[in-house]
């Protein structure tokens, strides 16, 4: 009988505790670049597994989520795949400063279908892109804003090429979709990050741009203003920590 009411007992303790933690449990609304996708993904089912509270993302270019804080979103954590949207809303007093931190870094690649005839191509400033390019059109993100589309306009304004890509662009909402275009073979070519065509077996590398060719590719993170939760501070701690940085290497993400 003693037995029975100790085990009773501790099942309830542990009932009461699961209940607590259940009701301690919070969403963190995650604001990220579409290219953090799939390591993000296991990342929060980690998070929620050790901690309870659930990694709620939200993956587009960091231009538009940008305007997406700005306009009041519900995002609580922001990652960037690049400075200038970071800074965009630094200067506009919307993210904490003291929690931003630059994490990640990438490179940019140029793909090509898998199954297309182009060969590997050693890219330098003296590349000709766009004669790789034939009469179809290369795909990236939006050059005017998307980070992945900026990386290479940067790069090809450097090789003195741009005024004769310009017109051979199209132009994406992300670089996923950038990826897509290229995956369903309606352009010829595409540059995305090399972690994106990691993901995909119906793209191939073709070419490796030099990381000279263009400013560092950098991926900073940090606390919407006002949205500091404690789970939210949680979220960005553990990202920071070991198991978080083995899933980005994993999936190809330099560690700076």
Do not use: C
Request: cysteine-free; charged content about 20%; aromatic content about 8%.
């Amino acid at each position: 009988m003693l037995m029975k009411r100790l085990l009773g007992a501790v099942a309830g303790l542990a009932l009461s505790v699961a209940v607590a933690a259940q009701a301690h449990a919070e969403d963190v609304v995650v604001f990220a670049a579409a290219s953090l996708t799939n390591a993000l993904n296991e990342i929060g089912d980690q998070f929620t597994a050790k901690t309870g509270h659930k990694m709620v993302p939200s993956y587009a270019a960091s231009s538009a989520l940008a305007k997406q804080v700005e306009q009041g979103g519900p995002g609580q954590v922001f990652a960037s795949a690049d400075l200038k949207w970071m800074d965009y809303l630094a200067d506009k007093k919307l993210i904490n400063l003291d929690s931003r931190f630059n994490l990640l870094g990438n490179t940019l690649v140029l793909v090509a279908p898998a199954d297309a005839k182009q060969g590997k191509v050693e890219l330098t400033p003296k590349t000709d892109i766009a004669a790789l390019a034939g009469a179809g059109r290369i795909a990236t993100g939006n050059p005017d804003s998307v980070p992945v589309g900026l990386y290479f306009k940067q790069a090809m304004e450097r090789a003195g090429q741009w005024k004769a890509l310009e017109t051979k662009i199209a132009a994406t909402d992300s670089v996923r979709s950038a990826l897509a275009f290229v995956e369903r073979g309606e352009v010829p070519l595409g540059v995305v990050y090399a972690t994106d065509a990691a993901v995909s077996k119906k793209v191939k590398v073709v070419g490796v741009f030099p990381d000279t060719m263009h400013d560092p590719i950098v991926y900073p993170f940090a606390l919407i203003a006002g949205k500091e939760t404690p789970a939210a501070k949680a979220l960005l701690d553990y990202i920071k920590g070991p198991e978080a940085k083995g899933v980005f290497v994993k999936y190809g993400f330099k560690i700076n």
